[in-house]
Each structure stands twice: as C-alpha cells, then as structure tokens.
C-alpha cells in the first residue's frame, strides 16, 4: 500500500502547482501552518544544491480537533504533509500524505473514521490538481 497519493502535471509550472494546490486545499477546509522550502534550506544549511522542492504542512481544523479528541497522541502524525516538486524533465508532481496507512497503524474507529475523511479531501486535491 502506498503511503501517499500523486498526481503529475504537465500542464503548470512549479510556482503555478504551489499556488493551485494551496487553494485547492483551502477549498476542503485545510489551512497551510507550514512551507519548507527543501532547496533553499539544503543550500542554506549543507551548501547542497537540489530540485523546487516545498513541503506544505496542512491542516483541516475540523479533522484535526476530532483525531485529537480520539487520541491524543495523534498529534505527532499531525500536520497532513503536501509536497510540490519540480523533476528533471520540467515536469511538477504534488503529492499528500495518504491517512490511511499512517493513522490506521492504530486500533482506534473514531481515529480511523477521521483518516477515511481525510484521505477523500486529499484525493480531490490531488484530483483536481
């Protein structure tokens, strides 16, 4: 089972992918608390070049504040990571974490029931996309 859900584009460049996403996101009630830019921070901190390479750490209010309630230790597998990178060949891929596998590691329905909801918002993010 993957862990992530995908989706390449050819049809948007990069900084187009990130702001597309960012509102399709909004659109099923995730925020963005978070934007790791990979490249800059490997150039920063190691000197390293790499790839357009952002992790948007999102989070849906709702979802979130019922896993919490479920089980309170959910919250080391919170935010829901959103990933935009550029390949080689000019093409960008999105990707999201996939609930499922990551929450359904534990034996808890609420907490699952909260994955499921969450993996069909994700789904049409990437859908969309």
């Known amino acids: 089972m993957n862990?992530?859900?995908s989706k390449t584009l050819t049809n948007l460049s990069y900084d187009e992918a990130l702001e597309k996403v960012k509102e399709e996101l909004k659109k099923e009630g995730f925020g963005v608390l978070t934007e790791i830019d990979v490249k800059d921070t490997?150039?920063?901190k190691l000197d390293l070049?790499?790839?357009k390479y952002k992790i948007l750490g999102a989070c849906n209010p709702h979802l979130a504040h019922q896993a919490l309630q479920a089980?309170?230790?959910?919250?080391?597998?919170?935010?829901c990571n959103v990933i935009v990178e550029e390949h080689e060949n000019g093409e960008v891929e999105v990707s999201a974490i996939d609930p499922?596998?990551?929450m359904g590691i534990m034996d808890n329905s609420e907490v699952k029931?909260?994955?499921?909801?969450?993996?069909?918002?994700l789904n049409r993010v990437i859908n969309n996309m």
């Open 3 to 5: 862990y992530y859900i």
């Open 42 to 44: 490997l150039k920063n």
């Open 113 to 121: 029931d909260v994955a499921k909801t969450a993996q069909d918002k």
């Open 100 to 102: 499922i596998p990551t």
């Open 49 to 51: 070049d790499f790839k």
């Open 71 to 79: 089980e309170d230790k959910i919250g080391a597998l919170l935010p």
